[in-house]
């Protein structure tokens, strides 16, 4: 007798009062809840116009996500992935960018048969589409769909009307809303108020939408007064009232949405059960949690950028570091150094990284900032404090060790020419395939690809193998042209592409930690299971702590 596989389950989030209350987090902290039985997928819709976040400024958007298929994300897609272990897919991020580029290409094609297109049918049958096409061919058991901004903004408002007529065509049995609010506790009255949830709810509903559970972001657990408040004039059971509390530790939510009994909700409104497994995660967290509170052990971590504007902008290298900590038993803090300052003088280097166990140079474009970096792989090369370059910071480290090293004191980039320096040594150039590419967005080496690992490097002895496979990001390389210098001084390049000659990590043997890799760790990074490079690296860093004691 064969068993018919029951329909596919929806959950929306959706976010009220205001943006930035961590819908991503509560989307992926539901994953994680439900994951353990259940085939989950999760989609993004964002209401921007770009087609994906590739070519925004990460000041202004946060960090882009790369995913293994290649696709530059919004960042949430590295909560989903963190918590509970999908590998997301690049037309899972729905954008009002692709939206209508698929439309006006189907009406270029005459796909609408000479009818008027319109936001109404055709902009959210093409979202419903979307989410249909995407739970069909992953064979989902849950798709959970988080709508970004806030209701009651213009950008979100067919997506709102999209999962309406979702709810009327998958039966209201098999779909769940679930609304994100703000409950503030103003100054002199400590007092939580209900008002802006409420109001949030009233939006919703002038659109034809109603949450079946409320998720109150606030700095306390919602107190019962309160949560009686939003049950009578949201129209929802109190049970269904959630506490979404600050925390320290991100990790932590899933926790405390479980205590609220959100997971059961869950699993009553839509008839499933998949109960969480939480046997991985429960002492890392408590390890966490004991040395935010009082820590025997600490190290101080210099991240120095020039996006350091907006912490967000290194998401993913925060959360590397985070599991780094919970494996170590150490509280990591992260201090911000902002380049461009050094460069203009504002701020000192040897102030700047004074007490400081290692240093971080991250990704980043565009020749800003970059003679402040170049200073600080100086410093921390010729100190011996422990160093991870990465992208980015991985090719600079090349420039500054053949400047200063290999006597090639017009070492550069090649991209610093667009930007009027003139008589460079182009150290870092070009790769080959980008030499014609025009187009800014989705157009540089993006994604997974294979690294070979040198036997008898400090690479080899961190991996543990031959081949590793990571993401990356990058339109530049190492010269190739100058290897052979840079290795005659000492520099070793521990890890190559896979079938092209491109260098993706490079060594100084005889340094306590000096590594730089072209890809991306911490975008593989989990709690569970740190990235090797991130792990080692820390580990040089408290090793550096107790010598400089």
Known sequence: MTTLKQPVKYIVITGGVLSGLGKGIASASIGFLLSDRLKIIPIKCDGYLNTDPG??????????????????????????????????????????GKIFQSILEKERKGDYLGRTVQYIPHVTDEIK??????????????????????????????????????????????????????????????????????????????????????????????DEKVKGKISMFCNIEKEAVISGIDVECVYEIPFIYEQEGLSEIIHKKLQIYSPPNCDAWE???????????????????????????????????????????????????????ETTDLETGKISLDQSLHGTHGVIVPGGFGVRGIEGKIAVVQYVRERLVPFLGICYGMQLAVVEFARHVCGLEKAHLREAEAEGVTNIIPVVDLLPSQRKVTRKGASMRLGGHNVIIKPGTR???????????????????????????????????????????????????????????????????????????????????????????
Not at 316 to 328: F, K, R
Not at 525 to 545: M, T, V
Request: net charge negative; aromatic share 10%.
């Open 129 to 222: 589409n979307w989410i249909y096409g995407i739970a069909r061919t992953e064979q989902a058991d849950l798709v959970l769909v988080e709508i970004g901004g806030t209701v009651g903004d213009m950008e979100s408002d067919l997506y709102i009307e999209a999962v309406r007529q979702l709810r009327n065509e998958v039966g209201r049995e098999n779909i769940l809303f679930i609304q994100l609010t703000y409950i503030p506790i103003p100054s002199g009255s400590m007092e939580q108020k209900s008002k802006p949830t409420q109001q949030s709810v009233k939006s919703m509903n002038e659109r034809g939408l109603e949450p079946d559970i409320i998720i109150g972001r606030c700095a306390q657990l919602l």
């Open 459 to 549: 690479a080899h002895d961190i991996f543990g193998t031959d081949c590793i496979r990571r993401r990356f990001r990058h339109r530049y390389e190492i010269n190739p042209e100058y290897v052979p210098v840079l290795e005659q001084h000492g520099l070793v390049f521990s890890g190559m592409a896979e079938s092209e000659d491109i260098v993706q990590i490079l060594e100084l043997p005889g340094h306590p930690f000096f590594l730089g890799s072209q890809f991306h760790p911490e975008l593989t990074s989990k709690l569970e299971e740190p990235a090797p490079l991130f792990f080692h690296f820390i580990r040089a860093a408290y090793d550096y702590q107790e010598k400089c004691k």
């Open 55 to 96: 070519t925004m400024n990460p000041i202004e958007h946060g960090e882009v996500f790369v995913l293994d298929d290649g696709g530059e994300v919004d960042m949430d897609f590295g909560h989903y992935e963190r918590f509970f272990g999908v590998t997301c897919k690049s037309n899972w991020n729905i954008t009002m």
């Open 283 to 337: 002492p890392l967290i408590k390890r966490i949690k004991r040395n935010q509170a009082q820590s025997a052990k600490k190290v101080t971590i210099a991240i120095c950028g020039k996006y350091t504007a907006l912490e967000d902008s290194y998401a993913s290298i925060i959360e590397a570091l985070n599991h780094c900590g919970a494996q170590l038993d150490l509280m990591i803090e992260p201090i911000w150094l």
